[in-house]
């Protein structure tokens, strides 16, 4: 009796050691193919970061990979466009800048506007082929593009005149990774459409 547990024991643990190296090995490929996707992309260290904790969901997939890239840079805006909200309320804001932050959120609202319509084209496309694919495909690609846009809008309304010191700073530095990381999402949605 004591040699079939023992046994019984050595195998459980036999099996739970080969599921582990079987997960550790998917992972592996998923963090690999995120990284060769990333390597495309304009920052791609910026790619990696910020999309390495989703290996397992995205696994080896483009349109994946693509999405979960989308709903980041929709997080981030969203993030973004809640701090610069509280700047306005910021005590000794000047006129101008009160004005270049006002501008920014109508821009981060913008922008938030369409990678919501970016994630939801991509989600509900199913499994378009041809034209149609091409149809949906081009929409997000439309709507991303105007995203970054607006982040850059928002970026260039505080490198006017008078426009110097902490509000700037802090604002710019967020605006311009959310940019960076919407540009990435760019690219990934290109490289899932060139694959299709």
């Known amino acids: 009796m004591a040699r079939t547990s023992l046994i019984f024991l050595l195998l459980s643990l036999l099996y739970i050691a080969c599921q582990a190296r079987s997960q550790t090995a998917a992972s592996s490929r998923a963090s690999n193919f995120i ?17 390495a904790t989703f290996a397992p969901s995205i696994q080896q997939s483009p349109r994946q990979l693509a999405q979960t890239a989308l709903s980041v ?3 981030r805006v969203k ?11 910021f005590k000794g804001v000047k ?3 009160y004005e270049a932050i006002k501008d920014c959120i109508e821009e981060m609202s913008d922008s938030v506007d369409r990678l919501s319509k970016s994630v939801q084209e991509l989600k509900h496309m199913g499994q378009a082929k041809g034209q149609d694919f091409l149809w ?6 439309t709507w991303v593009s105007s995203a970054l846009t607006d982040e850059n809008t928002c970026v260039d309304g505080f490198a006017r005149r008078g426009m110097d010191g902490k509000v700037k700073a802090s604002i710019r530095g967020r605006v311009i990774n959310v940019a960076q990381v919407t540009s990435n999402a760019l ?10």
């Open 187 to 196: 690219s990934l949605v290109n490289q899932f459409a060139s694959k299709q």
């Open 79 to 89: 993030s973004t466009q809640e701090f610069v909200s509280k700047m306005k309320k």
């Open 73 to 75: 840079s929709l997080d």
């Open 95 to 97: 006129k101008i800048e």
């Open 136 to 141: 949906h495909v081009s929409n997000v690609e």
């Open 35 to 51: 990284k060769a996707s990333c390597s495309a992309t304009k920052y791609p260290a910026l790619c990696v970061q910020s999309l």
